[in-house]
């Protein structure tokens, strides 16, 4: 039994405050549980989720490719921010850089990447790297060995098979018409949503009200490239139709997303390199159950240089409430 005069309890109050604060404090200050980066593999294989809080070893990327990175936290107080941000500018993201998950395309240079996750939670900032090497390898395009322009009908394409633009190199970094501004009239976020082939899908959200009444984004080869590179070359692939995963989200008055979809085209006729060819679709209603769309490929097109392999086009008339839907899964396939 403990005697304690007055001052003796007011200083073992103290004494306790000061400790349950501690306590609380590193009950709700943030763990980081694991970090992991999973490089995009070929169309037919698996991809592997390299777990980076375990090994020193830097993850290998070829020039272009893209890589999946994730943090997982266990977290509990106050709010949580998280950033993503490439040291020296080396790379960029096509994905939201304050999410938990974002999507990193490595830099056509070759050599070591530093790719930084800042954290802010509790009055505390963490920070972790995620080291790559971008190994020297060929950039994307040069992955598909041209066929002859005109391949006997007999014979079967070298490359014949399905293409995944976004495995091939394809961003959407082509921002046209009013999202070129600074207001964000259509904006895109990584979301834990998936197409019905298994695959990870982005969020588009669009808002009316830019001073050209529309606006369009596309899949360009290699970074915002309107023509300052050349396309890819897909000859010889039997390839006809070009096929996409899209979900519409009803608005407030239960109208659904009206867009229009494009292939190639979108090159400054100023620029070097040239679109090889450009097909346009009819402005539909999308459904908001996932549904797959397609753009059908004349069998006299030319796909020897793609710059902009898909364009979603929105206009403020069509969807005066704005729009916001999902897609994944852009393929250039056999058509059957």
């Given at each position: 039994m403990f005697?304690?005069?007055?001052?003796?309890?007011?200083?073992?109050?103290?004494?306790?405050?000061?400790?349950?604060?501690?306590?609380?404090?590193?009950?709700d200050a943030p763990r980081i549980d694991r970090v992991t980066i999973t490089p995009a593999a070929p169309s037919g294989q698996k991809a592997e989720r390299i777990d980076v809080t375990t090994t020193s070893t830097p993850a290998i990327l070829e020039p272009g490719q893209q890589a999946e990175l994730a943090v997982d936290i266990t977290q509990k107080g106050s709010d949580l921010k998280v950033q993503w941000y490439a040291a020296d500018d080396k790379g960029h993201f096509v994905r939201s850089t304050d999410s938990l998950t974002t999507t990193f395309v490595a830099p056509n240079e070759t050599g070591p990447v530093e790719v930084v996750c800042q954290i802010i939670a509790n009055g505390e900032t963490m920070t972790i790297n995620v080291p790559i090497?971008?190994?020297n390898q060929p950039f994307p395009e040069a992955s598909?060995?041209?066929?002859?322009?005109?391949p006997s009908p007999h014979s079967t394409p070298q490359n014949a098979?399905?293409?995944?633009?976004?495995?091939?190199?394809?961003?959407?970094c082509g921002w046209m018409g009013d999202a070129e501004g600074p207001e964000k009239y259509l904006q895109v976020d990584d979301v834990n949503d998936r197409t019905p082939t298994g695959s990870l899908a982005s969020k588009w959200s669009f808002r009316p009200g830019g001073k050209n009444g529309w606006l369009a984004v596309g899949w360009q080869f290699g970074k915002c490239n309107f023509g300052d590179s050349r396309g890819a070359d897909l000859r010889g692939r039997g390839l006809r139709r070009i096929s996409v995963w899209v979900k519409g989200v009803p608005d407030s008055e239960q109208r659904l997303p009206v867009m229009q979809f494009k292939a190639g085209g979108n090159a400054d006729p100023t620029k070097k390199y040239k679109a090889s060819f450009?097909?346009?679709?009819?402005?539909?209603t999308v459904s908001n159950q996932w549904q797959q769309y397609h753009l059908d490929i004349p069998p006299d097109e030319d796909l020897s240089s793609i710059v902009s392999a898909f364009t979603i086009v929105l206009r403020s008339k069509h969807n005066?409430?704005?729009a916001t839907f999902y897609v994944g899964d852009i393929i250039y396939d056999l058509g059957h």
């Open positions: 005697l304690l005069h007055k001052e003796g309890h007011f200083a073992a109050a103290v004494l306790m405050s000061a400790w349950l604060f501690i306590v609380s404090s590193c009950n090497v971008v190994s598909v060995t041209p066929s002859p322009a005109t098979g399905p293409y995944d633009i976004d495995k091939g190199g394809f961003i959407p450009s097909i346009t679709g009819e402005f539909i005066p409430n704005g």
